[in-house]
């Protein structure tokens, strides 16, 4: 069956069209989620026709004044592959996923709790890690440093993609995200929920896992090396835990979805409601895996230095390059919680 | 027979089935041999297992009788193992003759954690849950021989070895996990040659292909830039990998001059891909 898919893959991708510069789409996005039965596309080319194929549909309209419109192109539930062509050689492929089973969702709230066990988890990492010791002070503001920065990071990682709000406070509205200091042979875990049907969700991010894995192997961290300086080693942590944090949010929020039983299906998640190659490679043009640089790709996946916002392992970056949403994903969350809601 | 082992391998019984998923954030190469072998203190050959009562509902217990330790050193022959229900259910035909990765005993918080109480050790099933490994003679061949090239001094490249001789198996698991062991060498230059044949080979899975472009992306060897080249030109190498190739050339600061030749290249496939990725900054 592997064979047979690997195959089906490869011949796909050698049939896939090529995008050129005299046709583009304005409206809509790439790989966006609707939740209509259809949906009006519109965008530019130098030719004089623009023709959209699709399972649904097959339609051809003159171009005037380089623009072009279809006002009502009707969508399947879950992906839909929409072939434009043009008569100056113009090939695109447009990927509109039509979402079903999920509606808006009230400003979702989050709680950080830092349990019992992780100030001494993250006090190891210091001392494990850095080659410089830390005197007791010094380990003080390392704990309260990573905490303050990953809060950050997953501020960062929602900021203008949905609706996420921090709070102090538990309540039926309220997602808490507990860190604990176990080390459960994994970074984080938490039960996906389509459409955030429950906003009192709960997710763990296991600090435990971090300290095992980073002590004595930062040969497998590239670009961390034992003479970083605190402050730098403050950044990596806070930004891995940050990051596990918002991908384990993500799972809370409903990404993504491979059940499927599920009424969230057509998220077409793989490797157990994660991002992974397997989608994209049936569908070349489609980017919603990355090796770990989107947040929701698959743990085993994710390269560790992508954990430290650091895009690659030949030294540091001039500036980090944090994990962000992919297309399909900022998609949805935007969905389901707008931002600019009433509060 | 690898569909056949796969197939017992993702076996899932409706009774234990949940009705939600429980993803987890597992680390780079988690449910491969190395990090596997890594996470674990106890690895054993499974006769029988039957569940016992006292699970959670993030939780099951199960009693496992050992037929073979392969690492650490089992307190009996009889072992309570937990597994977490995070990343599939696992049902007790998943236990038989398969091997094990385990660790524990855990503590008591960790029980806690999972809603579990019970009176005796209890070890859990490594890489939530997925650190049960359907076997056959190869599969176990590769993970005695890992453990005892664990235990090899070090400089003497045995890990090394391993990987080189897993790549030749007709096994997705071992092909991968071996190009993950590659990936933790620190001799990057014999790494960047066993990935290399990787990529070329017609043997290797495209799993494996696909797993050995991202580490040669991430590979702080210059040479890693005229590996990924010579992947990406290579049109007897499927096409789906020459443009993981390409792209993988993008995100390396010494790609940009490649992709910017390319872009009048003959070949549709390196000129669209260069259009396409010439000057974009990673994502």
Same mark, same amino acid.
């Given at each position: 069956m592997k064979n047979l898919f690997n195959a089906l893959a490869v011949l796909l991708i050698i049939a896939a069209p090529s995008r050129a510069a005299s046709l583009n789409v304005n409206q809509p996005a790439d790989d966006a989620i609707v939740?209509?039965?259809?949906?009006?596309?519109?965008?530019?080319?130098?030719?004089?026709?623009? &023709? +959209?194929?699709?399972?649904?549909?097959?339609?051809?309209?003159?171009?005037?004044?380089?623009?072009?419109?279809?006002?009502?192109?009707?969508?399947?539930?879950?992906?839909?592959?929409?072939?434009?062509?043009?008569?100056?050689?113009?090939? +695109?492929?447009?990927?509109?996923?039509?979402?079903?089973?999920?509606?808006?969702?009230?400003?979702? &709230?989050?709680?950080?709790?830092?349990?019992?066990?992780?100030?001494?988890?993250?006090?190891?990492?210091?001392?494990?890690t850095l080659a410089r010791q830390l005197d007791e002070p010094a380990l003080a503001e390392f704990v309260r440093a990573v905490k303050a920065l990953a809060s950050g990071v997953f501020r960062r990682a929602y900021a203008g993609v949905a609706d996420v709000r921090l709070t102090d406070d538990d309540g039926d509205d309220v997602h808490t995200i507990r860190f604990l200091g176990l080390d459960e042979d994994a970074f984080g875990l938490t039960v996906t929920d389509c459409g955030n049907a429950d906003l009192h969700g709960r997710s763990r991010v296991f600090v435990g896992t971090y300290r095992r894995l980073l002590v004595g192997h930062l040969d497998q961290w590239a670009p961390m090396t034992e003479n970083d300086s605190p402050e730098v080693r403050m950044q990596d942590i806070g930004e891995a835990l940050g990051r596990t944090a918002a991908h384990e949010l993500g799972h809370g929020l409903g990404l993504v979805i491979d059940d499927p039983a599920s009424p969230c299906r057509w998220m077409n998640g793989c490797n157990i409601s994660h991002s992974c190659s397997t989608f994209q490679n049936l569908h070349p043009g489609i980017r919603r895996f990355a090796e770990g640089a989107f947040i929701m790709d698959a743990g085993d996946e994710t390269a560790n230095h992508e954990r430290l916002a650091e895009p690659g392992g030949e030294g540091r970056a001039e500036r980090r390059a944090p994990s962000t949403f992919c297309d399909f994903d900022r998609s949805y969350l935007r969905l389901i919680h707008p931002t600019g809601a009433t509060p | 027979m690898k569909n056949a082992w796969s197939a017992v391998l993702f076996l899932v019984v409706a009774a234990l089935t949940p009705a939600v998923a429980w993803p987890s954030d597992l680390p780079f190469g988690g449910k491969h041999l190395p990090q596997l072998v890594d996470s674990s203190n106890l690895v054993v050959v499974i006769k029988k297992a039957d569940q016992l009562p006292g699970g959670s509902i993030e939780a099951a217990l199960f009693e496992v009788t050992v037929d073979t330790v392969l690492k650490g050193r089992a307190p009996s022959k009889k072992l309570t193992v937990l597994v977490t229900l995070i990343e599939r259910a696992v049902s007790i035909g998943d236990f038989s003759g398969a091997v094990a990765f385990l660790r524990g005993p855990m503590s008591e918080p960790a029980l806690r954690e999972w809603g579990i109480v019970a009176s005796g050790d209890v070890y859990q099933v490594a890489a939530a849950g997925n650190g049960l490994i359907a076997m056959n003679p190869a599969r176990l061949d590769a993970v005695e021989s890992?453990?005892?090239?664990?235990?090899?001094?070090?400089?003497?490249?045995?890990?090394?070895?391993?990987?080189?001789?897993?790549?030749?198996?007709?096994?997705?698991?071992?092909?991968?996990?071996?190009?993950?062991?590659?990936?933790?060498?620190?001799?990057?230059?014999?790494a960047l040659k066993a990935l290399s044949t990787v990529v070329r080979s017609d043997a290797s899975t495209l799993n494996a292909r696909k797993l050995a472009v991202q580490v040669l992306a991430s590979s702080p060897t210059t040479n890693a830039t005229d590996v990924l080249q010579a992947a990406a030109e290579n049109r007897r190498i499927p096409a789906l990998i020459r443009r993981d190739a390409v792209a993988a050339l993008s995100d390396r600061a010494d790609g940009a001059a490649v992709l910017e030749k390319w872009k009048d290249s003959k070949d549709l496939l390196l000129s669209s891909e260069a259009e396409k990725l010439a000057g974009k900054k990673k994502e």
């Open positions: 939740f209509s039965a259809n949906v009006a596309i519109s965008g530019t080319s130098t030719a004089a026709s623009v &023709k +959209l194929q699709s399972a649904a549909m097959s339609a051809s309209i003159p171009v005037i004044n380089h623009e072009w419109s279809f006002s009502d192109v009707p969508l399947l539930p879950g992906l839909n592959a929409l072939d434009l062509s043009d008569d100056a050689g113009g090939r +695109l492929t447009l990927f509109i996923t039509r979402g079903t089973g999920v509606t808006v969702r009230p400003p979702q &709230k989050v709680r950080l709790v830092w349990e019992e066990g992780t100030d001494d988890e993250l006090r190891e990492i210091a001392r494990g | 890992y453990i005892a090239a664990a235990e090899a001094p070090a400089g003497t490249n045995v890990k090394m070895k391993w990987a080189e001789r897993q790549v030749k198996k007709p096994d997705d698991f071992l092909q991968t996990s071996a190009v993950f062991e590659i990936q933790r060498q620190k001799d990057k230059e014999r």
